[in-house]
């Protein structure tokens, strides 16, 4: 079974840009979560989706914003980036429902913002 | 919300020799315990979880306590090897729910 896909794997950016990343989930894996790693901040929640519909969000600033499709893949959104922003961005996977709701982690799509 | 705090942020042991990670959380509600390891380069994979049903949990060298009236959970591996050198998480939920809140991580490195 293919695991979570992040894509792309790197970006480069520039203050005030907008970028865009990709998260395909595990097969039959309903439930996206999206999180911003930094060695300061550690792992940081940015939101849920699950069915097309966010239903978490952590404290992050209006502007990243995500999506989900009707297959499950997802994407998040910054714009206007700032350095700060620079980060390993992950996405996680889970199926949800029951009792089972394991996370499961992609490689991570590393932005770095000039 | 939930506040996990995990100790210590870094770890050196002999290969051979026993590690342990302990974390701390805030919410009672929170009932799924999940650990991840993350090597360089790579995203957080999991390891083992624990539920609030239960106290102890065992996978070959890996073992997790949880003590639901103290609020910490605890992970441990026995016999390192220098592969376990990694950063080690800890998370916390609801198993209704899907938000995860992570501890700061653990820098173990197994010395050959």
Redesign the interface.
Known sequence: KAGVTQTPRYLIKTRGQQVTLSCSPISGHRSVSWYQQTPGQGLQFLFEYFSETQRNKGNFPGRFSGRQFSNSRSEMNVSTLELGDSALYLCASSRQGGQSNEQFFGPGTRLTVL | GENVEQHPSTLSVQEGDSAVIKCTYSDSASN?F?W?KQEL??????II?I?SNVGEKKDQRIAVTLNKTAKHFSLHITETQPEDSAVY?CAA?I?S?????????TSLTVIP
């Open positions: 799924y999940p991840y380069g790579k995203g957080p994979q999991l979880d539920r998480f939920s198993l729910g899907n938000q995860f809140y992570f501890g700061t991580g």
